[in-house]
């Protein structure tokens, strides 16, 4: 395939991929250096989204990585189990493993995505489905999803709890840095809830042919 026949992504919709695939990253492990760096140079606007990204940028540029080892730990990992399970069985069912698991296992299937041999976490955790979301949205799992591709995904798998999550991780107890990630994703999970709905209405209207009206700062 030559670049002439590569398919076409929107700069809104790569700006949403490399959101999505951002979360994914920070929320995977705790950051280096390198990364604390990147994310202290990011800038936002006037709006909610924006807002945070500048709050995120500023806590980034005090952060160590050792300090963010201890917190990501005490968040996710502590003694046992950490202050926050970010997994959308437990969100939506109280347990681990349950339904919420195998249904995305089966769309994953469905998608040709498939866990890599290295990761051995349940595939229903946050980071997880936040760079799946931004793999479908630029087809690295083959073809960029369609906009109704997309909106399936994210209401099965991503928009039922990932507001709640990044809600929780804003106010845990634990979180410094992590609370400006929290409020980072959680006006981002807003923003697509809403430009899923809007396009929703618009397909209604004007037909199927109607793109995502919603995006990242």
């Known amino acids: 395939m030559t670049a002439d026949t590569l398919p076409r992504i929107d700069a809104e919709d790569r700006l949403r991929a490399d ?7 920070i929320l995977s492990a705790p950051p280096e250096q390198m990364l604390l760096d990147q994310t202290a140079g990011l800038s936002g606007d006037t709006s909610e989204l924006g807002r945070a990204i500048d709050q995120l940028a500023a806590v980034a540029k005090v952060t160590k990585p050792k300090g963010v080892i201890t917190e990501y730990n005490a968040l996710f990992i502590g003694l046992g189990r950490g202050e926050l399970l970010p997994y959308a069985s437990y969100y939506l069912t109280g347990f681990l493993n349950e339904k919420p698991l195998a249904r995305l296992r089966g769309d994953m299937a469905a998608l040709r995505i498939a866990r890599s041999d290295n990761v051995f976490e349940p595939e229903d955790n946050i980071a997880s489905l936040m760079e799946m ?7 690295r799992f083959g073809a960029p999803a369609t906009l109704s591709v997309q909106k399936d995904f994210f209401a099965k798998h991503i928009g039922p709890w990932a507001g709640h999550f990044f809600g929780d991780l804003t106010a845990a107890k634990g979180s410094v840095f992590y609370a400006g990630v929290g ?3 959680q006006a981002f ?3 697509e809830k809403e430009a899923f709905r809007l396009s929703n209405e618009e397909q209604h209207t004007n037909g199927p042919n109607t793109r995502h009206l919603g995006g990242s700062t």
């Open 189 to 191: 999970m807003t923003i």
């Open 183 to 185: 409020a980072v994703g």
């Open 19 to 25: 959101l999505y695939n951002y979360l994914g990253l």
């Open 133 to 139: 979301m931004g793999g479908l949205i630029v087809g």
